[in-house]
Nanobody, 129 residues
C-alpha cells in the first residue's frame, strides 16, 4: 500500500513558477513510476507527465511540454512537478499517482488513469492572469 500526499499548490501569477511535491509512504517507492494529472470541474482528469521509477526518463503532455518538468528523489520518497511559465488554463487540481512497475516495463510512458495503482488527494493550483 502506498499513500501519496501532494503539497505546494496555491495561487501563482501567469509567467511565474511553482513547484508541487508529492510525498509517498512505503519502502518501495523506487519501484513505482510516478505520474501527475490534473482536473478542472466538469472535465475528465488530464495527464500532465510521468517519470520512470529510477528517474531516468520523463514524458509530458503536449500542453505542458517545455514549461513543466518532473523529477524525483527516491531517497526522500518524493516526486516533484516544477511549473514554469504557467498559464491561466493550467488552473486545476493536480494529482500525483503511482504505478507499481515491479512486473511491468519501466520505460513506458504511463499516461492513462487506469494504469495507476494509487492516487493522492490533490492540490489546487490557481494561475492568475
Amino acid at each position: 500500500q502506498v499513500q501519496l500526499v501532494e503539497s505546494g499548490g496555491g495561487l501563482v501569477q501567469a509567467g511565474g513558477s511553482l513547484r508541487l511535491s508529492c510525498a509517498a509512504s512505503g519502502r518501495t517507492f523506487s519501484s513505482y513510476a510516478m505520474g501527475w494529472f490534473r482536473q478542472t470541474p466538469g472535465k475528465v482528469r488530464e495527464f500532465v507527465g510521468s517519470i520512470t521509477s529510477n528517474g531516468a526518463s520523463t514524458c509530458a503532455a503536449n500542453s505542458v511540454r517545455g514549461r513543466f518538468a518532473i523529477s524525483r528523489d527516491n531517497a526522500k520518497n518524493t516526486v516533484y512537478l516544477q511549473m514554469n511559465s504557467p498559464k491561466p488554463e493550467d488552473t486545476a487540481v493536480y494529482y500525483c499517482a503511482a504505478k507499481d512497475t515491479t512486473y511491468y516495463s519501466d520505460s513506458y510512458c504511463y499516461s492513462r488513469e487506469y494504469e495507476y495503482d494509487y492516487w493522492g488527494q490533490g492540490t489546487q493550483v490557481t494561475v492568475s492572469s
